[in-house]
């Protein structure tokens, strides 16, 4: 999930738990939501260290414990050192920080990143650096429009409504706010709800037909626009890989002849020293429906491997390939790995 959402939601949790935040806890409460997306950093480092280490590298439950440890810690010390400047006035700072309260707001906001990271995107890899393993529930995009409308329309509106009850000469209400986030995370509680319910179905659907005579060894359902009816589906059976946009809207038939079909390649002595590379080897532990494709290139052939999760549109920098020349007598030339761009 981009930024955005995650500073929202932080936000959110901050007003709806206000009385409960000790010192700080607001900041504490989007900082930590906001940090784990440090491995971005990665994508300077090219195609291959981010496949290797975004969603990762502070995306893991080993790493984002220590996260919200050093984080703690930090604010912990900040906050004391700041209650022992002089003062100009006699006004107290107010009650002191501690560790532990800190170590659970750190916490609640970096575990608050996680969940969302594991509804949409790629997912995370919650068992690094033990095991290379992606945790993903295919719920949401990385981008989704109503999350960021449930929690705009919850933090403004008790806003707007508060400076409209102040220019009337009503008195102020030091809690104002904490229903129309409550109400903000609750209606994202259900709009998730509810994508895992439809996504089921789409998975049921694409699960229960053939794809041009073959039957499907492997399906997935991945969110392709704002609505939550329509989905693309992705059925991987003995030779191919087939794509299909599916709905759930009234009135709309799902058809698998309207499928579009990729060909997985013939096995062959190439494409076995392709898929033994080191490069191969790691993208297909990322790889979800991997397609690999073999084309000659005048002495050499040139292996590819894409994720078909992915559409060939895709321009996000988690859509990469790797490619890999294999000379004639198998021998392997170079291997990179690219970001994908619409019109690869």
């Not at 409308?149 to 009337?168: K, N």
């Not at 002595?269 to 494709?293: D, N, V, Y």
Request: with cysteine; net charge neutral.
């Amino acid at each position: 999930m981009e930024p955005v959402t995650h500073a929202l939601t932080s936000l959110a949790l901050a007003r709806a738990g206000k009385k409960q935040l000790p010192r700080f806890g607001t900041a504490m409460l989007i900082v930590a939501g906001i940090a784990p997306d440090l491995d971005y950093a990665s994508y300077l480092g090219g195609a291959r260290a981010f496949l290797r280490f975004d969603r990762t590298v502070t995306h893991s439950l080993v790493s984002s414990s220590a996260l919200a440890v050093a984080l703690a810690g930090a604010f912990y010390v900040f906050a004391n050192r700041r209650d022992q400047r002089p003062t100009e006035t006699n006004v107290s700072p107010g009650p002191s920080l501690r560790f532990a309260p800190a170590l659970i707001v750190c916490a609640i906001g970096i575990g608050a990143h996680l969940l969302l990271d594991l509804a949409s995107g790629v997912g995370v890899q919650l068992l690094w650096p033990f095991r290379v393993c992606w945790f993903a529930l295919d719920l949401l995009r990385e981008f989704d429009l109503w999350i960021l409308i449930f929690l705009a329309a919850g933090l403004l509106l008790p806003m707007l409504t508060g400076l409209v009850s102040e220019e009337i000469g009503e008195r102020r209400n030091a809690g104002r706010g904490k229903g129309g986030a409550i109400a903000a995370l609750a209606l994202l509680l259900v709009y998730v709800g509810a994508r895992e319910l439809l996504q089921s179905r789409v998975r049921d659907l694409l699960r229960s037909r053939d794809y041009h005579g073959r039957a499907p060894l492997a399906v997935g359902a991945f969110p392709s626009s704002t609505s939550p009816l329509e989905w693309r589906g992705v059925a991987s059976t003995d030779n191919t890989i087939e794509e299909i946009d599916v709905s759930l809207a009234p009135g709309r038939e799902f058809d698998t002849d309207r499928s579009v079909t990729q060909y997985k390649p013939e096995d062959s002595a190439a494409l076995q020293a392709g898929q033994q590379t080191a490069a191969a080897q790691l993208f297909l532990k990322c790889a979800r429906f991997p397609l690999a494709s073999m084309v000659r290139l005048g002495d050499a052939n040139r292996f590819e491997l894409r994720d078909e999760r992915f559409e060939r549109n895709d321009g996000s920098p988690a859509n990469i390939l790797v490619q890999i020349e294999i000379r004639d007598d198998y021998r392997i030339g170079s291997e990179q790995f690219l970001f994908a761009s619409p019109g690869d």
